[in-house]
């Protein structure tokens, strides 16, 4: 079974700022992908970036980026360069291939102009 | 495509009365699901199947039935309505051996 921790019930940040959302995980699958999904108030689930364990180097998506520490089970998303349109409930979720995906409790993030 | 399809968008109900919430899929994907989303909680995983003809339970399926007679169709059911039922749900569908999942646009329904 997977688990998913996102300990920031709530995050803010300055509009042009950085923020991290912090995500762990645990798994016994040993091939997996981990995904980073937002959802703005109009509910639509938007996948914002993945990352394949099995690469050492982390993913990036043009704003956003991922600290993945795979030892340590760890998954966080970095967002440069706020906008308001980021601001969201962010989800982290684990996924193999054999097995449902399972979503952390969110984050809402909040961009303050 | 129209990808991933829920209908109703809202739906009230009151306390006892069953109802069907429906989804649809047209790129021909294997595996579908269903989640619900509680403030607070996150989506949480009610039935999935990887195939017609197959399905199986998540992390909460109390309360719900789901069928899959055809690839396209993966139907919720409520037998019996709750207000501890009172939710958004989402269904979602992949390819097999593909990693990202379609999400349909939800249904939030109220039962009072």
């Known amino acids: 079974a997977q688990t998913v921790t996102q300990s920031q019930p709530e995050m803010s940040v300055q509009e042009a700022e950085t923020v991290t959302l912090s995500c762990t995980y645990d798994?016994?699958?040993?091939?997996?992908?981990l995904f980073w999904y937002k959802q703005p108030p109009s509910r639509q689930m938007i996948l914002v970036i993945r990352q394949e364990a099995y690469k050492q180097q982390n993913a990036t998506e043009n704003r956003f980026s991922v600290n993945f520490q795979k030892a340590a089970k760890s998954f966080s998303l970095k967002i440069s360069d706020s906008q308001l349109g980021d601001a969201a409930m962010y989800f982290c979720?684990?996924?193999?291939?054999?097995?449902?995906?399972?979503f952390g409790k969110g984050t809402r993030l909040s961009v303050i102009a | 495509n129209a990808g991933v399809t829920q209908t109703p968008k809202f739906q009230v109900l009151k306390t006892g009365q069953s109802m069907t919430l429906q989804c649809a899929q047209d790129?021909?994907?294997?595996?579908m699901s269903w989640y619900r989303q509680d403030p607070g909680m996150g989506l949480r995983l009610i039935h999935y199947s990887v195939g017609a003809g197959i399905t199986d339970q998540g992390e909460v399926p109390n309360g719900y039935n789901v069928s899959r007679s055809t690839t396209e169709d993966f139907p919720l059911r409520l037998l019996s309505a709750a207000p501890s039922q009172t939710s958004v749900y989402f269904c979602?569908?992949?390819?097999?051996?593909?990693?990202?999942?379609?999400f349909g646009p939800g249904t939030r329904l109220t039962v009072t």
């Open positions: 979602a569908s992949r390819r097999t051996g593909g990693f990202e999942q379609y």
């Open positions: 798994t016994s699958e040993s091939d997996y992908y």
């Open positions: 979720a684990p996924f193999s291939g054999n097995t449902p995906l399972v």
């Open positions: 790129m021909n994907h294997e595996y």
